[in-house]
Structures are given as C-alpha cells and as structure tokens.
C-alpha cells in the first residue's frame, strides 16, 4: 500500500514561486505514474509524470511555468510552480497509480491529502 504525503503549499504572492513535493512510502513507487490535481471550483488536472520521467504532461495554462520532475530514489515527485496567479489558488493532490499515465481521476490507486496553494493578488 502506497501512502503519498503532500508538503510545499503555502501562501504566496502572484508572480512568485512554490515547489511542491509528493513524497511516497510504503511501497514500490518507482513504477507508478503520478499527477498532480488541483481542487479549486474545479478539479483540474496539472500535471502529469510516467514512471521514469521520461514523459511529462502539463495543461496549457502551467506549460512553461511549472515543472514537474521525480527523483525516484527518494520516492519523491517534485511540483515547481513560477509566476504563479490567484486562479491557481486551492488544494493540491498528488496521485499515483501502477502504469501509464491517464486522465481519468478514477483510475489512481493512491492518492495524498493534498496541500493548500493560496496567491495573493
């Protein structure tokens, strides 16, 4: 059993900058797909990593923003965030799930508690 643990939100002002970490235990990560959902008035999908990192997914609205990368020896998917804007603003989850990457929220197996993301306008 995957346990993911969110850490990193906070409050910060528009146009600056968070890193957001998913860190795992309890079992094999390292062959699992995370992404990471943002729950704000809607549930949006942000970003996206297959197993090894050697596919990664944004939305349009965080490409060229956020990066998203993982360091498997540490269990840990890793969320940077710049020039970040108050629509950005609510409960980051990461999830996790055996294989490929997939859009449907149903489809993960693990999920964290999340963290809050709030930007000051």
């Known amino acids: 059993q995957v346990k993911l643990v969110e850490s990193g939100g906070g409050l910060v002002q528009a146009g600056g900058s968070l890193r957001l970490s998913c860190a795992a235990s309890g079992g094999t990560f390292d062959n699992h797909a995370v992404t990471w959902y943002r729950q704000g008035k809607e549930t949006e999908c942000v970003a996206a990593i297959n197993?090894?990192?050697?596919?990664?997914l944004y939305v349009d609205s965080v490409k060229g923003r956020f990066t998203l990368s993982r360091d498997n020896a540490k269990n840990t998917v890793y969320l940077k965030m710049n020039s970040l804007k108050p629509k950005e603003t609510g409960t980051y989850s990461c999830?996790?799930?055996?294989?490929?990457?997939?859009?449907?929220?149903?489809?993960?197996?693990?999920w964290g508690q999340g963290t809050q993301v709030t930007v000051l306008s």
């Open positions: 999830a996790a799930r055996r294989g490929w990457i997939v859009a449907d929220a149903r489809q993960y197996e693990y």
């Open positions: 197993w090894n990192g050697g596919n990664i």
